[in-house]
């Protein structure tokens, strides 16, 4: 049951914004366009497979945006804007239907698309929502549009805590200071390093029009991307033989109105071992605990297993075989190490658990 003094969480997803901005983050500037992903259906006989192994080398990993979201508190409002019909967006239904984000449909009304038709959408709910709900103490908006600083500026005049999350190169500096707290999507704990080299010197660019930072760094990619991303670009690096598996879903995209995979499929999370999820979730929740503080910082266990939950509502360690939560820590001393001195039990990560 949510305690009272609960920190209560609204996400609010710019789809287009952050599938945008992070397939030309590592395709190179207008690749987006270019490449003609809004209409591109891998699905379809006789579509490009260097296009289709460029749009999975940049598929965005929502597990790890959900995740991080989750760490301010309790999530009671999660949404995500497009239009779903596109084949692009409609690739991660089932990936965000998974975690409960509520898909909000925006019609095409004209032939440049439902770009403005997302800000203004998403904005008018954040305001009603600040209204609406007066227990909402965190509004966390994953876009870079500079759109946006207004209604970060007003979210905090009405006393929230804002936080933004954008892809790099591709997020507006003034937005970034508009908030509490911004994060870089390649920062976010779970996503791995990727190696960009822009294309004839273009640096990645979102629809913002700001000014790309970064471009030569090293990125980030979650370890659910098909190998075929670093075969077929130059601005891939390999995937590295010892990337763990996917935590959950899968991130690459499934395209649920197709015929080769039904709608109502199985979740693919029903095939991985329980206890390898569990594990994977203890991993994500420790680095998200040390990437808000200090990395060798102690944790409370306590603490840790509510980000577990609110991570995985399901989350139990008893039908694991464990008695207790710290049983189960204690199965887990490859990846956690813990620390019983005192009245708390406290955990921290493993250096060598998460190189």
Known sequence: MTEPSDSRVGLYIDFDNIVISRYQQLHGRQAFQRDGIRDFDRSKQGADPEVAARLAAATVDFDAIIDFAASFGTMVVNRAYADWSVPVNASYQRQLMSRAVDLTQLFTTTTRGTKNGADIRLAVDVVEDLFRLPDLTHVIIVAGDSDYIALAQKSKRLGRFVVGIGVAGSTSTSLAAACDEFEDYDSLPGIQKVTVVP?????????????????????????????????????????????????????????????????????????????????????????????????????????????????????????????????????????????EEGPQRLIRLRPSADA
């Not at 010197?201 to 075929?228: I, V």
């Open 199 to 339: 294309p004839s010197g273009d640096t990645a660019d979102g629809d913002t029009g700001a000014a790309a930072s970064g471009s030569r760094s090293s990125r980030r990619r979650r370890s659910g991307a098909p190998d075929a991303a670093g075969s077929t670009e130059p601005a891939e690096s390999e995937p590295a033989a010892t990337a763990p598996a996917p935590r959950r879903v899968s991130t690459i995209p499934m395209f649920s109105h197709t015929e080769d995979v039904a709608f109502d499929e199985p979740d693919q999370a029903d095939d991985v071992d329980p206890q390898t999820f569990a594990t994977e979730l203890l991993l994500r929740a420790l680095q998200i605990g040390h990437a808000k503080g200090d990395a060798e910082e102690w944790l409370n266990t306590g603490t840790v297993k509510n980000q577990m939950r609110r991570m995985d509502p399901s989350f139990n360690e008893k039908p694991l075989g464990y008695r207790s939560f710290t049983d189960f820590l204690s199965s887990r001393d490859d990846v956690a190490e813990l620390s």
